[in-house]
């Protein structure tokens, strides 16, 4: 595992760690918390989007950016072989 992919692992672990802390915090209880997030109602799919949404849109946003940047190298890595090619030939 790369050193990028391990800060996002971590950074998603302490995004929801943290949240779950918080509300723990807010509402005085994590029994209250602990219901929310099993009681399968409207409250609880709420409280799952808020953990794991940005997590997931993070996530994909640094694979998409990943890919990209790897693509652009490797096409640009491609142009300058076959320029070296271009040169070698022509100066032969």
Same mark, same amino acid.
């Given at each position: 595992m790369?050193?990028? $992919?391990k800060?996002?692992?971590?950074i %998603?672990?302490?995004?929801?760690?943290?949240?779950?802390?918080?509300?723990?915090?807010?509402?005085? @209880?994590?029994?209250?918390?602990?219901?929310?997030?099993?009681?399968?109602?409207?409250?609880?799919?709420?409280?799952? @989007?808020?953990?794991? *949404?940005p997590?997931?849109?993070l996530? %994909?946003? *640094?694979?998409?950016t990943?890919?990209?940047? $790897?693509?652009? $190298?490797q096409?640009? %890595? @491609?142009?300058?072989?076959?320029?070296? $090619?271009?040169?070698?030939?022509h100066?032969?």
């Amino acid at each position: 595992m790369s050193s990028w $992919r391990k800060i996002g692992l971590w950074i %998603s672990i302490l995004w929801v760690v943290g949240l779950l802390i918080f509300l723990g915090v807010v509402h005085s @209880t994590w029994k209250t918390v602990l219901d929310v997030l099993v009681a399968g109602n409207l409250d609880s799919l709420t409280l799952w @989007t808020v953990m794991l *949404g940005p997590v997931v849109l993070l996530l %994909s946003i *640094g694979i998409i950016t990943g890919e990209v940047i $790897r693509w652009i $190298r490797q096409r640009q %890595s @491609t142009a300058e072989e076959r320029y070296q $090619r271009f040169e070698n030939e022509h100066h032969e």
